[in-house]
């Protein structure tokens, strides 16, 4: 099965600050691959597919790019409501493999 | 809006089964995959099944074969996951989703399964 990984697994930054997060998958997974956020307490929600498209009300200072093997999500401007964990998820075949997830916290 | 409602979950026994149900509405529930994703207590997101819009294609987490079983009522608009041989490790808040093309739009609250003697 395919593996993903996540780095960091945490980071903290501030308001204002471009943030970016890596996932990488074990195997080329083209652009099957989505990102998810979960604030604390919260459901999951998708926030982009195929790599790079923005889910529908997905504000537009999220940005994911990336094929193959590895893939990244973009904050281009942290605000404090975007304080999170955030997944990828591969989809390209079963399993529907998560990362591990990368916390996201404001300084 | 899409809603999903999960039902079902509690406390078991080791080795005991449990159904979780899950209340589409909203959405033409016969023309999507569905799926079920359980997050451990502090822990990341499983993926654990999916099923086909007529149910005719079923996948499933290697370490829930044979335990699990995915079904649908699209008549009833329902979703449901059979956990048989329930370990302490499938502790867990299960969630069921939408999905489109296996990435997964919308999903309910979720329903915590605690398995504990």
Do not use: H
């Not at chain 1, 998708?46 to 498209?53: D, F, P, V």
């Amino acid at each position: 099965d395919i593996q993903m990984t996540q780095s960091p697994s945490s980071l903290s930054a501030s308001v204002g600050d471009r943030v970016t997060i890596t996932c990488r998958a074990s195997r080329g997974i083209t652009n099957y691959l989505a990102w998810y956020q979960q604030k604390p307490g919260k459901v999951p929600k998708l926030l982009i597919y195929a790599a790079s498209t923005l889910q529908s009300g997905v504000p537009s200072r999220f940005s994911g790019s990336g094929s193959g093997t590895d893939f990244t999500l973009t904050i281009i401007s942290l605000q404090p409501e975007d304080v999170a964990t955030y997944y990828c998820q591969k989809y390209n075949s079963a399993p529907f493999t998560f990362g591990p997830g990368t916390t996201v916290d404001i300084e | 809006e899409v809603q999903l409602v999960e039902s079902g979950g509690g406390l078991v026994q080791p080795g005991g089964s449990l159904r979780l149900s899950c209340a589409a509405s909203r959405f033409t529930f016969s023309s999507y995959w569905m799926t079920w994703v359980r997050q451990a207590p502090g822990k990341g997101l499983e993926w654990v099944a999916i099923i086909k819009q007529d149910g005719s294609e079923k996948y499933y987490l290697d370490s829930v074969k044979g335990r699990f079983t995915i079904s649908r009522d699209n008549a009833n608009n329902s979703l449901y996951l059979q956990m048989n041989s329930l370990r302490a490790e499938d502790t867990a808040v299960y969630y069921c989703a939408r999905s489109v093309w296996f990435e997964f739009d919308f999903w309910g609250q979720g329903t915590l399964v605690t398995v504990s003697s």
